[in-house]
């Protein structure tokens, strides 16, 4: 059984399976180096325009005339009772 010969199509057939499996390996390496990247240049984006835009946040205002501009307009004095 280990005497028998291979046929000779099998050497043809594994060369164009390990081309394929390195383009993969290195298309796979690439796309981890382009997502390193994006994730850098998001960071640092995020660094300069908090840097760039030193103003305060304001709040908006309400949309709707029925509700007051503070949520605790409605409310009554936390300290008194009645």
Partial sequence: MNASELPPQLDEIDQPILDQLAAS??????TQRLVLVAAFASLGGGILASTAMPEPAIAASSVSPLVPDSPLACCAPVGSRG
């Fill in 25 to 30: 390996r290195q298309e796979a390496t690439l």
